[in-house]
């Protein structure tokens, strides 16, 4: 059973847009097209497409989700593959929630340097502060 | 000399070569200390180290090497270190 663009679109709740993006991106293709010249999909994309939101909303990236997917496509591959790269995964994730985190604190003494509203902005701790 | 190996349970490229150089450690440096770190257990301190790849390998706790050195690469790094601390 093949599927036109619209029908995987719908059934895996993203916009065609997206969908011709992944297939830019190279992470799903038509399987054949129809008389009409219409790009047609089998039902496995849907499920490509579903698993590739899931993996966004674990942060991965596009380029990162096609290396899931062809570990998952691999008979070489095994399950602690895809667990050691989901935990350099966390390790990226928790380095940049750090990285936040010491640009929230600089940003609480800024604010905390800047108490009174009413100075000129010559007089601006905060605008003071960047350009040393 | 404090050698700390981040690894995770499971994977085989963490495991492999670990041994040898484990050994390679306790035999240039007298006063090595071999720790072998499950990132899962020491995520933070994986963090402030700096580890974004595993298996990584960081010496006096300074990333040095972002996968497994082959042991060539680390008989230099432990050399140079000793080197620099006389």
Known sequence: ?132 | MKVELFYTPGCDKCADGKETLKATAERLVPDVVWRELNVIDELDYAVEVGVLTLPAMAIDGELVFSSLPTPRQFRRELTMRMKRAV
């Open chain 1, 1 to 132: 059973m093949t599927l036109t663009i619209g029908k995987i679109a719908s059934a895996a709740q993203v916009s065609t847009d997206t969908l011709r993006y992944y297939e830019r991106e190279g992470l799903i293709g038509p399987t054949s097209k129809s008389r009409g010249g219409y790009r047609l999909y089998d039902r496995d994309a849907v499920r490509r497409v579903r698993f590739i939101k899931q993996a966004q909303n674990c942060g991965f990236t596009l380029t990162e989700i096609r290396v899931l997917l062809d570990l998952r496509a691999g008979e070489a591959a095994c399950c602690g593959d895809v667990r050691r790269f989901s935990l350099e995964k966390k390790l990226q994730l928790e380095a940049k929630i750090k990285a936040m985190r010491t640009m929230s604190k600089a940003l609480d003494h800024l604010i905390a340097a800047c108490s009174d509203e009413s100075r000129p902005l010559d007089d601006c701790p905060i605008l003071a502060a960047f350009e040393r």
